[in-house]
């Protein structure tokens, strides 16, 4: 990786006559039209999966993106979770074993392969970088190169973003987001008192739902919220069940 690289790149998305919250989708504009690639998604990660898209190229990047977020699998979580990059040049091959629900869903959307970075300072977690196109094969070294610079540029990207936020004075970092989660988290703190389990075991329940619903999740986050869905009603099935 080339500092001088990411250096132009930094200059080419964060123009001083720009809005700086335009900054991911340029950036992620930039690294489409820069390599052998279909698109491109930016996401913020917590420790544990997606929280949220910050930027996509198009609508198939945004559909790779909601599968990982809904199933909370597949290379993003994967390359977040590791630290390490994430690169798949024939997901029919290798994705199913390792991403099932994920890789069906992707493949079928008609993406053949990802390449994702983690985006990452020391040890904190900010984000992942993925790449995807609509026909398989490698990535040469000089592109390998070429997409970790912008990787490197996404990291900075977020870190101004955060700093921006910061100042602000509203008290909490906020990033702008392709789309609003809130009630996808609202949602999982009524499944907790709902089910009587953890957010994690709740998340994990209400990802499940969309799933075996062939749903968006933030379409069944807002039954939950709405109340035609409860899962106190699905524990005392259980219950009854067993």
């Known amino acids: 990786m080339s500092s001088v690289r990411v250096e132009e790149i930094l200059l080419s998305v964060l123009d001083d006559s720009a809005d700086a919250a335009d900054a991911p989708a340029r950036l992620v504009g930039a690294c489409a039209a820069a390599l052998p690639i279909t698109g491109v998604g930016l996401v913020l990660m917590t420790n544990a999966s997606p929280a949220g898209t ?79 196109r609509d026909r398989v094969g490698e ?64 998340l994990l329940r209400l990802r499940a739902r969309a799933y075996a619903s062939e749903r968006p999740i933030v379409d069944v986050a807002r039954d939950v919220l709405s109340g035609v869905l409860n899962f106190t009603e699905e524990c005392d099935d259980d219950v009854k069940g067993r």
């Open 54 to 132: 910050v930027a996509i190229s198009d609508a198939r990047a945004g559909t790779m993106e909601d599968l990982q977020f809904t199933l909370g699998e597949g290379p993003c979580v994967e390359c977040s979770r590791t630290g390490r990059p994430v690169l798949q040049p024939d997901l029919a091959r290798t994705g199913p074993d390792r991403w099932p629900g994920f890789s069906a869903g992707a493949l079928e959307a008609g993406i053949r392969a990802i390449f994702a970075w983690p985006l990452r300072v020391g040890g904190i977690r900010l984000g992942v970088l993925d790449l995807y």
């Open 139 to 202: 990535l040469s070294e000089a592109e390998l190169i070429e997409a970790l610079s912008f990787a490197d540029a996404a990291t900075e990207v977020l870190l101004r973003m955060q700093a921006l936020s910061e100042l602000d004075g509203s008290g909490v970092v906020s990033i702008p987001l392709v789309e609003d989660r809130a009630e996808v988290h609202q949602a999982t703190g009524m499944i907790t008192v709902q089910a009587g389990v953890g957010m994690a075991e709740a």
